[in-house]
């Protein structure tokens, strides 16, 4: 009797080991023809082809600052509308988000699955330092664009299957705060610059963010006056330290065939199979161009007669430059489009194959007279007026701007700044020198919000003010896909 | 008293007598016994030893098993244990122990190596031999192979060539089954007679049938859920090797529509309606067990039965692959008997449906010629035709290119089978060769098939199988059609054909093939002929599937099966296109290598248990627990500049540049448990109850495993006695059920963040540009199948005993979590701002009816059955409640598609899947209409646009509206089989109703500019001003009488969206007429055949359509989601096929 029963629960045992026993196989996906985030960032040339990557999607062939010229209200460009649509520039925004998450997961694979395990912890400690301060760079340029803004990093859970919420928009000072922590690792344990590869991250490119960091904290909107002399010293710093300089000649920073010298700290690269965009695009109707990138004629009008505005802004053309470069001269008055363009991306500046194909001249991220002003408008409001090194500083931009590159005389009619100034004038001449000697080059726009020019800046050809314009168009409005979770900015 | 029975299993004597097994046993065993030769064993020597001369028989049994190795069965009603028994001794052998003991009863014993057996002796000594002839009652000729089988037990014997049998029966009392497939099974007593002649009727409908459901079978009559059956010799009658094609017209709710008439093309087979978007509707096909098979490569004379599980009841059982709908099928398998030997040769030609009306070489001359004088804006234009030219035209008639590019193509069949087997071993093996030729030139497909199928009972307890399938395919096909890779459809002949210039000649005055005129005409378009010619896909595939199966009887009622598949495919595909194409020409030949495997393992445990408690309950359990996994791995290298086009892409590395080279690896695994229950009550109620989990590799971290339920209850009210009172039906059973079902069309690895290359920069700022791996896809942890949840209510009715039979059903299908890229916000970086996610859900609603009947029988006999389907569906959600585009992208400037938010084909919450949006054109402006069309800055004769928001314009945003629907109303098909005498005849008509299509072809052929269409002659002219056909007016006349009109049409990036090109799709189509006529036997018999059939087939005789298109059945983007089915562009013509054929058996 007991064995009928213990033969069947034997039986019946073996036959379910056989069927439930046999039948489970990992359920978990391990793809061999495609990497993940979990189990790529296992050499330091992994890591940094995510920044590579990280950098593609702020650069690349028609997309993010390689189309960007016009995109900002900051009073350099025609387009001035201040009645920013619902998803106004959201593809800035979006692109900065998409190099952050190529960003955080190396820093969670580095940091957390300690994936360059066996390495020189220097070597580990670099690639951390590279990617926080790529990191901050992106947050920067968000911050001072949107305010305060979701502050997504390594440590947060995955945004996709945990929606963030308005609570997660870190106040802006906490952000600052954040990325200098960042950035005091990255100046840590960056290497030195390295001419044979000058736009990797280096110390004195951190340090040159770090600047740029200090002196927005000391203005609006948080007005932070004590990081003023953060600001100068690190400036001083780099000026005295760092391996920049002023080139003599104006020119030859822009020169295609000359990328990369020693006043560009950072610019987006280009190389013959990673080009910018067409010439073309950028150039003036009678170039055969699409006439992006137009001038706004009356701050081209107002920029004072000197050298450097001929080396930047391009009033006056030949009318045919594809069969005589040389040719009949026309003002821009007097062409189709009846604006200005900017020459620092056209032909002479670049060859003009280049202008007629495909360009290869890069996007300026920092030059180096942004710290010479950093330094003097550093200085001068950190204590109660300019100092002779800050007058100094500003006034060999000045000069170089006022010098002919062919002749070398003195041409030019902008005024140097003296001693005589006042704290608040020189204050001023500073910012009005940035907005001359760093036009187009993307920085306008943050000059403009910090020291709070809108208004002025947007008039119209006229002098009329712009109807548009209240003090909430100091943010942008955050995109529509993503105020849902995270909520919107005043005024939208 | 313990007996050890078989499998160590051990029993209770008294357990024998309800043990149905053991009375088999038994009787085999009294079958085998010749009696006293068995008697003389070995061991009847041996001692037994006895307390008592007077004893019990129990007691004696119990000393000679105690005894001695013998065990002794009997049966307790025939054997009285409690019987004294007198033996006079206390030590004797086991012999004449038992000699004695059963002395003086009617009881004799039979010994077998250890057994002894006891039974009366009339049982062991009366063997009888019945024999008999039988025949067919509807046509009295012999029946072959017909199965007869003693009652109670595995015996059988199989009729000869003259439909004579022979078997040995135990006693009067036995019963002789008689069981042929396709006529009614009979039972009749042998009663004494030795001579039994039995006429076979054909059956109408068996309701023991036994029909295959999902990992088990079923009577017929116990189905609760919603199947469909075909058998398989329904399936042979078109001249095919695929059965999905065979499968059309033949079952109701199931919807084959042959999008592609290419030789070795593919069918879509939809089971009530399509379910999703993007994740695919094709249903499962299981064949013999074997998950994934694919029917456009079953081989249908290999085919014994198909049932097309519908209702989520059937489907629920597989899961998350059941919510399209799963097939079954069951290949043939051997049969008891000699070898039978069918073979069967067919030849066909093939030829074009149909030809589209185009104009002729001088009609072609004369109408660019009108044409061309109306472009007289900047004076008079130079006419590209002189008179002369024309003149010599009309001598020659051009060139008519359909005649060129189609021809009569042939095809032919060889098949060939072995069936037989032995009570250990069943076998069926099955060969065929295929080959058929293009209608288009240079087109050609080849399949070469074999199956074996092999059972073999090892023991009692176990039964083995082994099935093999090998398909090699071997062909040139090159694509047509959309969505092909580089080869855009100006690329592709079947376009170019109607395109091209008639005036043209194939090759020019060298020989060379003629390019297309510069002067005139349609300049997109290359010489039909030099594309075909010389274009190439030339494929090779091999599929090899493997299926075994143990099958261990554990227990009475219980088994356990277990399974092991393996499915490989390998496909090697060498694409060129030569330098004298469109394509290739302008880069000396461009052409792919493209290499692919699968690999499939399927394991399936299946526990059985099968119980009849007090002969009213019968339930049965199934549980199993199945895993699956499958790889797809291979490469793919593009390359062109080749210097020679005879090596071409043979010697790749004769490229001077490759173009791509991509090379991938992806693998699913499936885990799943799963469990049934089925009871019936008296065989009036019955109930199923199913339960699966499947855990998937492909679903998110978050849902690896989906769990899905179904129930279902039937009632046969036929077996209640107050219907059996109304003598009315011979059947009657309602059906309900509920469920769901999952739908994995998830890619490997979609839930996974992916890491991609090529997002390069220049990071260090050298001149070299770095290498850059970003994420390119986002995670989702939440990612699952999308689920279908079903109710269905059916209906089964027979009439007449059988006579007239009717089956209806009606379902509901609601799929959720609807597989779509949902955007997510920017700051989630994720790229393209979108996932794939689990959003929007979609409804199907039908109405499914099949009749039968056998409105005549006897002498001539015909049967009937005629099905209809019919869906509705509906979006219920989407993203957004804006209409979401689909992409219908195509080259050639035919300009329907530009961006989702400018496509014909959308959807649209709240309506159905299939719509197109476009611009209704309400023919063409009359002459008395030239005011209205003034406003418009138009003219009178042309094409009048509705102004669908009055606002006196005519522009995108306010006047593109629903121009069509691609769904059916309703689909049918309607079989006929009749037979006379020798002669059978069996129609097939199917078709649909109410569906549109997109006739995108003629937005070019009647482009007034290089128009080759006939439709041209009619276009608008004072004289036929009742005209879709826009009027040539000149531009001078245009511009003086516009002059300061401006125009208000604007209809932006995709103008071609007209309602003027959606045509009724509806159809009614002769599919298939087979006339057989088998050879008397006596005349066959001589020649020492046993059948011998000669055949002609035609399929797509007729066809009643409006449509103006090649074909109705057509659709151009067929590979991409069901919603964008209805264009009809570029695609290859079905063709009408006259076969003729033999068949023979020995």
């Known amino acids: 009797m007991k064995n009928i029963y213990t033969n069947i629960l034997l039986k019946g045992s073996i036959a379910l080991l056989v069927i439930f026993g046999t039948s489970c196989q990992k359920l978990d996906e391990s793809p061999k023809g495609l990497s993940t985030p979990d189990n790529f960032y296992t050499t330091p040339a992994q890591c940094e082809a995510a920044f590579a990557a990280s950098m593609n999607n702020l650069y690349d062939t028609w997309s993010g600052y390689e189309n960007v010229y016009g995109a900002f209200p900051d009073g350099q460009y025609t387009n001035v509308d201040l009645a920013y649509g619902a998803n106004y520039n959201a593809d800035f925004w979006q692109i900065h988000y998409r190099a952050i998450n190529d960003i955080n997961a190396v820093l969670k694979a580095v940091i957390k699955r300690k994936s360059l395990g066996s390495n020189d912890p220097e070597v580990i400690n670099n690639i951390i330092a590279q990617a926080k301060f790529l990191r901050s760079f992106n947050y920067f340029t968000l911050v001072r664009l949107w305010g305060k803004v979701p502050f997504i990093t390594e440590n947060t859970p995955d945004p996709i299957s945990t929606p963030l919420t308005p609570s997660s928009r870190l106040e802006i000072a906490t952000l600052y705060d954040s990325l200098q922590t960042d950035m005091t690792f990255a100046i840590a344990h960056l290497e030195d610059y390295d001419a044979s590869r000058p736009a990797r991250?280096?110390?004195?490119?951190?340090?040159?963010?770090?600047?740029?960091?200090?002196?927005?904290?000391?203005?609006?909107?948080?007005?932070?006056?004590?990081?003023?002399?953060?600001?100068?010293?690190?400036?001083?710093?780099?000026?005295?330290?760092?391996?920049?300089?002023?080139?003599?000649?104006?020119?030859?920073?822009?020169?295609?065939?000359?990328?990369?010298?020693?006043?560009?700290?950072?610019?987006?690269?280009?190389?013959?199979?990673?080009?910018?965009?067409?010439?073309?695009?950028?150039?003036?109707?009678?170039?055969?161009?699409?006439?992006?990138?137009?001038?706004?004629?009356?701050?081209?009008?107002?920029?004072?007669?000197?050298?450097?505005?001929?080396?930047?802004?391009?009033?006056?053309?030949?009318?045919?430059?594809?069969?005589?470069?040389?040719?009949?001269?026309?003002?821009?008055?007097?062409?189709?489009?009846?604006?200005?363009?900017?020459?620092?991306?056209?032909?002479?500046?670049?060859?003009?194959?280049?202008?007629?194909?495909?360009?290869?001249q890069y996007a300026f991220i920092y030059r180096f007279p942004d710290v010479l002003l950093i330094y003097a408008e550093a200085a001068n409001m950190a204590g109660t007026g300019p100092t002779q090194l800050a007058v100094d500083r500003i006034n060999m931009i000045i000069d170089r701007a006022n010098t002919d590159g062919t002749t070398g005389l003195m041409t030019g009619s902008e005024p140097k700044a003296t001693m005589a100034m006042s704290q608040a004038e020189f204050d001023s001449k500073v910012i009005r020198e940035r907005d001359l000697e760093l036009c187009f080059e993307n920085d306008r726009i943050f000059d403009v919000f910090r020291k709070r020019l809108l208004q002025e800046v947007t008039v119209d050809e006229e002098g009329v003010a712009n109807p548009d314009y209240n003090e909430n168009c100091y943010f942008f409005p955050i995109p529509v896909a993503d105020a849902i979770d995270i909520g919107q900015n005043t005024g939208y | 008293?313990?007996?050890?029975?078989?499998?160590?299993?051990?029993?209770?004597?008294?357990?024998?007598?309800?043990?149905?097994?053991?009375?088999?046993?038994?009787?085999?065993?009294?079958?085998?016994?010749?009696?006293?030769?068995?008697?003389?064993?070995?061991?009847?020597?041996?001692?037994?030893?006895?307390?008592?001369?007077?004893?019990?028989?129990?007691?004696?049994?119990?000393?000679?098993?105690?005894?001695?190795?013998?065990?002794?069965?009997?049966?307790?009603?025939?054997?009285?244990?409690?019987?004294?028994?007198?033996?006079?001794?206390?030590?004797?052998?086991?012999?004449?122990?038992?000699?004695?003991?059963?002395?003086?009863?009617?009881?004799?014993?039979?010994?077998?190596?250890?057994?002894?057996?006891?039974?009366?002796?009339?049982?062991?000594?009366?063997?009888?031999?019945?024999?008999?002839?039988?025949?067919?009652?509807?046509?009295?000729?012999?029946?072959?192979?017909?199965?007869?089988?003693?009652?109670?037990?595995?015996?059988?014997?199989?009729?000869?060539?003259?439909?004579?049998?022979?078997?040995?029966?135990?006693?009067?009392?036995?019963?002789?089954?008689?069981?042929?497939?396709?006529?009614?099974?009979?039972?009749?007593?042998?009663?004494?007679?030795?001579?039994?002649?039995?006429?076979?009727?054909?059956?109408?409908?068996?309701?023991?049938?036994?029909?295959?459901?999902?990992?088990?079978?079923?009577?017929?009559?116990?189905?609760?859920?919603?199947?469909?059956?075909?058998?398989?010799?329904?399936?042979?009658?078109?001249?095919?090797?695929?059965?999905?094609?065979?499968?059309?017209?033949?079952?109701?709710?199931?919807?084959?529509?042959?999008?592609?008439?290419?030789?070795?093309?593919?069918?879509?087979?939809?089971?009530?309606?399509?379910?999703?978007?993007?994740?695919?509707?094709?249903?499962?096909?299981?064949?013999?067990?074997?998950?994934?098979?694919?029917?456009?490569?079953?081989?249908?004379?290999?085919?014994?039965?198909?049932?097309?599980?519908?209702?989520?009841?059937?489907?629920?059982?597989?899961?998350?692959?059941?919510?399209?709908?799963?097939?079954?099928?069951?290949?043939?398998?051997?049969?008891?008997?000699?070898?039978?030997?069918?073979?069967?040769?067919?030849?066909?030609?093939?030829?074009?449906?149909?030809k589209i009306d185009l104009l002729n070489g001088p009609e072609y001359a004369r109408m660019q010629n009108i044409w061309k004088a109306t472009q007289n804006l900047y004076g008079d234009p130079v006419l590209p035709f002189t008179d002369a030219q024309i003149a010599a035209l009309d001598?020659?008639?051009?060139?008519?290119?359909?005649?060129?590019?189609?021809?009569?193509?042939?095809?032919?069949?060889?098949?060939?089978?072995?069936?037989?087997?032995?009570?250990?071993?069943?076998?069926?093996?099955?060969?065929?060769?295929?080959?058929?030729?293009?209608?288009?030139?240079?087109?050609?497909?080849?399949?070469?098939?074999?199956?074996?199928?092999?059972?073999?009972?090892?023991?009692?307890?176990?039964?083995?199988?082994?099935?093999?399938?090998?398909?090699?395919?071997?062909?040139?096909?090159?694509?047509?059609?959309?969505?092909?890779?580089?080869?855009?459809?100006?690329?592709?002949?079947?376009?170019?054909?109607?395109?091209?210039?008639?005036?043209?000649?194939?090759?020019?005055?060298?020989?060379?093939?003629?390019?297309?005129?510069?002067?005139?005409?349609?300049?997109?378009?290359?010489?039909?002929?030099?594309?075909?010619?010389?274009?190439?896909?030339?494929?090779?595939?091999t599929t090899s599937n493997l299926n075994s199966f143990l099958e261990f009887r554990i227990l009475e009622g219980l088994t356990l099966k277990i399974t092991g598949a393996a499915g490989i495919y390998n496909s090697d595909k060498?694409?060129?296109?030569?330098?004298?194409?469109?394509?290739?020409?302008?880069?000396?030949?461009?052409?792919?290598?493209?290499?692919?495997?699968?690999?499939?393992?399927?394991?399936?445990?299946?526990?059985?248990?099968?119980?009849?408690?007090?002969?009213?309950?019968?339930?049965?359990?199934?549980?199993?627990?199945?895993?699956?996994?499958?790889?797809?791995?291979?490469s793919d290298i593009q390359a062109q500049g080749f210097s020679s086009d005879i090596t071409g892409v043979y010697d790749i590395g004769g490229a001077s540049q490759t173009n791509y080279r991509t090379s991938y690896d992806s693998r699913r695994i499936i885990n799943s448990f799963l469990g049934r229950a089925n009871y019936s009550f008296a065989d009036k109620y019955l109930i199923t109850v199913s339960y699966r989990a499947d855990g998937s590799s492909v679903f998110g971290e978050n849902n690896k495993w989906g769990y899905f339920p179904s129930a279902s209850l039937a009632w046969r009210a036929s077996e209640e006695e107050f219907v059996k009172n109304l003598n009315l039906f011979s059947d009657l059973k309602f059906r309900g059920s509920w469920g769901k079902t999952g739908n994995q069309a998830i890619a490997p690895y979609g839930s996974l963040a992916k890491i991609g290359s090529g997002l390069?920069?220049?990071?260090?700022?050298?001149?070299?540009?770095?290498?850059?791996?970003?994420?390119?896809?986002?995670?989702?942890?939440?990612?699952?199948?999308?689920?279908?949840?079903?109710?269905?209510?059916?209906?089964?009715?027979?009439?007449?005993?059988?006579?007239?039979?009717?089956?209806?059903?009606?379902?509901?299908?609601?799929?959720?979590?609807?597989?779509?890229?949902?955007?997510?916000?920017?700051?989630?970086?994720?790229?393209?701002?979108?996932?794939?996610?689990?959003?929007?859900?979609?409804e199907n609603k039908g109405l499914e009816i099949t009749l039968g009947a056998d409105p005549v029988v006897g002498a001539f006999r015909w049967s009937t059955s005629i099905n209809i389907s019919m869906n509705r569906s509906k979006v219920l959600k989407l993203l957004n409640s804006l209409p979401m585009g689909l992409k219908t992208s195509t080259g050639g400037g035919y300009q329907i598609y530009n961006a989702a938010s400018n496509s014909l084909m959308y959807l649209e919450e709240g309506q159905p899947m299939g719509q197109m949006r476009g611009y209704i054109v309400e023919g063409t402006w009359a002459e008395s209409e030239r005011a209205e069309a003034l406003a418009f800055g138009q003219l009178p004769g042309d094409q009048k646009y509705l102004d669908v928001n009055k606002d006196g314009k005519i522009t995108e945003a306010g006047d593109v509206t629903l121009i069509g629907n691609s769904s059916p109303k309703y689909v049918f098909g309607w079989n006929n089989t009749m037979s006379f005498k020798n002669f059978t005849l069996s129609i097939l008509i199917q078709g649909c109703e109410g569906n549109d299509i997109f006739n995108a072809t003629r937005i070019q052929i009647e482009n007034p500019s290089k128009g080759t269409s006939t439709a041209l002659n009619d276009r608008w002219t004072v004289n036929n001003q009742n005209t879709d056909i826009p009027a040539f007016t000149?531009?001078?006349?245009?511009?003086?009488?516009?002059?300061?009109?401006?125009?208000?049409?604007?209809?932006?990036?995709?103008?071609?969206?007209?309602?003027?090109?959606?045509?009724?799709?509806?159809?009614?189509?002769?599919?298939?007429?087979?006339?057989?006529?088998?050879?008397?036997?006596?005349?066959?018999?001589?020649?020492?055949?046993?059948?011998?059939?000669?055949?002609?087939?035609?399929?797509?005789?007729?066809?009643?359509?409006?449509?103006?298109?090649?074909?109705?059945?057509?659709?151009?983007?067929?590979?991409?989601?069901?919603?964008?089915r209805g264009i009809d562009l570029s695609n290859y013509p079905t063709v009408r096929t006259i076969t003729l054929g033999i068949n023979l058996t020995f």
């Open chain 2, 1034 to 1124: 000149d531009q001078i006349t245009r511009r003086d009488a516009l002059l300061g009109i401006a125009s208000k049409i604007s209809l932006g990036k995709s103008p071609n969206r007209l309602s003027r090109y959606v045509e009724d799709g509806s159809y009614a189509r002769l599919k298939n007429i087979t006339l057989g006529y088998n050879l008397p036997l006596s005349l066959v018999s001589k020649i020492g055949l046993t059948n011998l059939r000669a055949f002609v087939t035609a399929t797509n005789i007729l066809t009643l359509t409006k449509y103006t298109g090649y074909d109705p059945e057509v659709s151009s983007f067929n590979v991409g989601t069901d919603a964008v």
């Open chain 1, 201 to 360: 991250p280096n110390v004195w490119l951190a340090k040159t963010l770090l600047a740029k960091m200090y002196i927005t904290r000391a203005t609006n909107p948080l007005n932070e006056k004590d990081y003023y002399a953060k600001a100068r010293d690190l400036a001083d710093d780099i000026i005295l330290h760092g391996p920049f300089q002023l080139l003599p000649k104006f020119d030859d920073v822009f020169k295609s065939s000359n990328k990369n010298n020693l006043e560009i700290i950072w610019a987006f690269q280009t190389t013959d199979d990673d080009p910018n965009i067409d010439g073309i695009a950028m150039a003036p109707s009678e170039w055969g161009g699409w006439s992006g990138g137009a001038v706004k004629p009356r701050w081209a009008e107002e920029y004072p007669d000197q050298p450097r505005k001929r080396s930047s802004i391009l009033m006056d053309f030949p009318s045919d430059i594809t069969t005589d470069p040389m040719g009949p001269i026309i003002n821009y008055k007097n062409s189709i489009d009846g604006t200005p363009y900017i020459q620092k991306y056209l032909w002479p500046m670049i060859s003009l194959d280049e202008q007629l194909n495909i360009s290869r």
């Open chain 2, 574 to 634: 060498r694409l060129y296109y030569n330098s004298l194409t469109k394509n290739g020409r302008p880069v000396n030949g461009i052409g792919n290598i493209t290499d692919d495997k699968s690999l499939y393992y399927q394991n399936s445990n299946i526990l059985t248990y099968n119980k009849i408690i007090n002969t009213k309950h019968h339930i049965t359990l199934t549980g199993v627990a199945e895993q699956q996994s499958s790889v797809n791995y291979g």
């Open chain 2, 395 to 541: 001598k020659t008639g051009g060139t008519d290119w359909q005649d060129q590019l189609f021809r009569k193509a042939t095809l032919q069949m060889h098949q060939i089978s072995i069936k037989g087997g032995t009570d250990a071993v069943r076998y069926f093996i099955a060969g065929g060769y295929f080959d058929q030729q293009g209608l288009i030139v240079n087109t050609q497909f080849k399949r070469y098939t074999l199956r074996s199928n092999l059972d073999i009972n090892v023991n009692k307890w176990l039964k083995a199988a082994l099935y093999m399938n090998v398909i090699k395919d071997k062909g040139n096909i090159p694509p047509s059609g959309e969505g092909v890779r580089y080869v855009d459809i100006l690329s592709q002949a079947v376009n170019s054909v109607l395109r091209f210039d008639p005036c043209t000649p194939v090759y020019d005055a060298l020989g060379n093939y003629s390019k297309p005129p510069t002067a005139y005409g349609d300049r997109d378009v290359w010489n039909p002929m030099a594309t075909a010619m010389g274009s190439f896909n030339e494929l090779s595939t």
């Open chain 2, 760 to 842: 390069n920069y220049p990071y260090n700022g050298t001149s070299t540009t770095d290498t850059g791996y970003g994420i390119i896809s986002a995670a989702n942890v939440n990612l699952k199948w999308e689920t279908t949840a079903q109710t269905d209510l059916g209906m089964d009715l027979a009439f007449f005993n059988g006579r007239v039979t009717a089956t209806v059903d009606v379902y509901k299908k609601k799929t959720s979590d609807l597989l779509l890229n949902k955007p997510v916000p920017f700051y989630t970086g994720a790229p393209s701002a979108q996932i794939l996610a689990n959003v929007g859900s979609v």
């Open chain 2, 1 to 354: 008293m313990k007996k050890d029975l078989f499998l160590g299993v051990f029993l209770k004597k008294k357990y024998l007598q309800k043990t149905l097994l053991i009375m088999k046993l038994m009787t085999v065993f009294l079958i085998l016994a010749t009696l006293q030769s068995f008697a003389t064993g070995y061991g009847q020597s041996s001692i037994i030893k006895l307390n008592n001369e007077t004893q019990t028989l129990l007691n004696v049994i119990d000393a000679i098993e105690n005894q001695s190795d013998y065990k002794i069965f009997y049966k307790t009603d025939q054997v009285d244990v409690t019987r004294v028994v007198n033996l006079d001794v206390n030590e004797a052998t086991v012999a004449s122990v038992l000699d004695k003991a059963l002395e003086g009863t009617d009881l004799s014993y039979v010994v077998m190596d250890k057994l002894i057996v006891f039974a009366p002796s009339k049982t062991i000594n009366q063997t009888v031999t019945v024999t008999g002839t039988i025949t067919a009652a509807t046509t009295n000729e012999p029946l072959i192979g017909v199965n007869i089988s003693l009652a109670g037990t595995n015996k059988g014997v199989i009729s000869d060539i003259n439909g004579k049998y022979a078997i040995d029966v135990l006693d009067n009392n036995s019963i002789l089954v008689f069981s042929f497939v396709g006529y009614a099974t009979v039972k009749i007593p042998v009663a004494g007679k030795t001579v039994l002649n039995v006429s076979l009727v054909p059956n109408i409908q068996n309701l023991d049938e036994v029909v295959v459901v999902g990992y088990g079978t079923q009577r017929k009559s116990d189905v609760t859920g919603s199947v469909s059956s075909v058998k398989g010799i329904d399936l042979v009658r078109l001249p095919s090797i695929r059965s999905d094609e065979a499968l059309q017209g033949h079952a109701a709710g199931v919807v084959v529509t042959n999008n592609d008439g290419a030789p070795g093309g593919v069918a879509t087979i939809r089971i009530r309606g399509g379910n999703s978007i993007t994740g695919g509707n094709n249903a499962l096909v299981v064949i013999d067990g074997f998950q994934g098979g694919d029917l456009s490569s079953l081989n249908p004379n290999e085919v014994e039965s198909i049932e097309v599980l519908k209702d989520a009841s059937a489907t629920a059982i597989y899961g998350s692959k059941g919510a399209n709908g799963v097939i079954l099928v069951t290949t043939k398998s051997g049969k008891i008997g000699a070898p039978i030997v069918d073979y069967s040769y067919s030849y066909g030609v093939q030829s074009i449906v149909k």
